[in-house]
């Protein structure tokens, strides 16, 4: 199966990790992520605004790709996914903002809102399933105690993003358990780490942070696990000891194709 595959920024510095292990597991799972011919920056945040047109181009260009190919539209980084997402919905609802749109972008063919936009993550439940990835583990992870993060973006706005139960959600806990690990619970699974205030007020920031990775080791986890480079960086500055790694890194692990060693 082939999908087109928008990375996104992060991932082709920061996130080297990510994006690399995002690769070479969907092969494995019998994926091919076909990247996005002169993809620019999704935007970073969704504003918004109606009258903020421009910044969401790099976005409906994407989903026009995908739609023009006749392929769903797979994205890893959760702020990347998150203003992909918003945007093919406000494509799809909003007709002011439809119309500025499609304006911008001719003499191409419209855009309808048409693509299927996909997480990493749904694709390994909705498309691939968590069965097959079960059978494709060659590592299990041995019961690890792993605290899955889900943050702000992956989960919200629900009516939008509609990838799980934004109050009690699973899809990590459910690969966690198909990858061999134990899934921790705790209550700060999904609460914002502070990440788009931290120049404004690195103090909060940081107690967000710090709230987060304690209550997670206090529940036994071993590790956290997250799809945000924007959580992980803070996480990782603010946070106590306990190391934050991306979804994709212990999947690469379980399914025997993650690399001695690897820069992020």
């Known amino acids: 199966m082939k999908v087109s595959y928008f990375p996104g920024c992060t991932l082709k510095n920061k996130a080297v990790i990510l994006d690399t292990y995002a690769r070479k597991c969907a092969e494995v799972l019998g994926v091919t992520l076909e990247e996005i011919e002169n993809w620019q920056c999704c935007g970073g945040v969704f504003t918004t605004s109606k009258d903020e047109v421009a910044t969401k181009l790099s976005s409906v260009r994407a989903l026009k790709y995908a739609q023009d190919r006749n392929q769903p539209l ?4 959760s702020a990347c996914h998150n203003v992909i997402k918003q945007t093919n919905h406000a494509i799809q609802t909003d ?12 003499p191409e063919s419209p855009y309808t809102g048409d693509t299927q936009v996909y997480h990493y993550l749904e694709l390994l439940r909705d498309v691939v399933g968590f069965d097959k990835v079960k059978e494709k583990v060659v590592n299990p992870l041995g019961g690890r105690k792993i605290a899955p993060y889900y943050g702000c973006l992956l989960l919200r706005p629900n009516t939008v993003m509609q990838m799980d139960d934004p109050e009690n959600p699973q899809i990590f806990e459910d690969l966690i358990r198909a990858l061999g690990g134990e899934p921790v619970a705790y209550s700060m699974r999904n609460e914002c780490c502070g990440g788009y205030v931290t120049m404004e007020n690195p103090e909060f920031a940081k107690s967000k942070s710090k709230a987060v990775t304690d209550n997670a080791t206090a529940f036994g986890a071993e590790c956290i696990v997250t799809a945000c480079p924007l959580c992980k960086y803070n996480l990782d500055k603010n946070g106590n000891s306990v190391p934050v790694v991306y979804f994709t890194e212990l999947l690469a692990e379980a399914l025997g194709v993650k690399e001695d060693e690897t820069n992020a």
């Open 74 to 77: 797979v994205s890893v980084c």
């Open 95 to 106: 007709a002011e903002f439809s119309d500025k749109v499609n304006r911008y972008i001719a």
